[in-house]
């Protein structure tokens, strides 16, 4: 079965930073883009950063110039570096892939379980 495992979450004050990692098995997904999502309660799921498998990345407006994904596809990973957080990011972050052209999630894409960000003031 294919399998994503997101971990990395937890608590930081406004400002600080936090690394996200996504190990995919069951499959390769080096030559497919990567993304990853956010989700606070009650808020619809969005779109964060997408990675393609070429090495070109897509951002949301709300992280362009703080967070960074990169991938290291010898060790079947994706990655989130996040900077200069504000409580405003605090969110269930996943992982998916593979994504389309569009970096939307694919029919038959895989999710992890999430991890949880939490920024305070």
């Known amino acids: 079965q294919v399998q994503l495992v997101e971990s990395g979450g937890g608590l930081v004050q406004a400002g600080g930073s936090l690394r996200l990692s996504c190990t995919a098995s069951?499959?390769?997904?080096?030559?497919?883009?990567m993304g990853w999502f956010r989700q606070a309660p009650g808020k619809e799921r969005d779109f964060v950063a997408g990675i393609s498998g070429t090495g070109n990345t897509k951002y949301a407006d709300f992280v362009k110039g703080r967070f960074t994904i990169s991938r290291d596809n010898a060790k079947n990973t994706v990655y989130l570096q996040m900077n200069s957080l504000k409580p405003e990011d605090t969110a269930v972050y996943s992982c998916?892939?593979?994504?389309?052209?569009?970096?939307?999630?694919?029919?038959?894409?895989?999710w992890g379980q999430g991890t949880q960000v939490t920024v305070s003031s």
């Open positions: 998916a892939g593979p994504l389309t052209r569009d970096y939307v999630p694919s029919s038959l894409a895989a």
């Open positions: 069951g499959r390769t997904f080096s030559s497919v883009a």
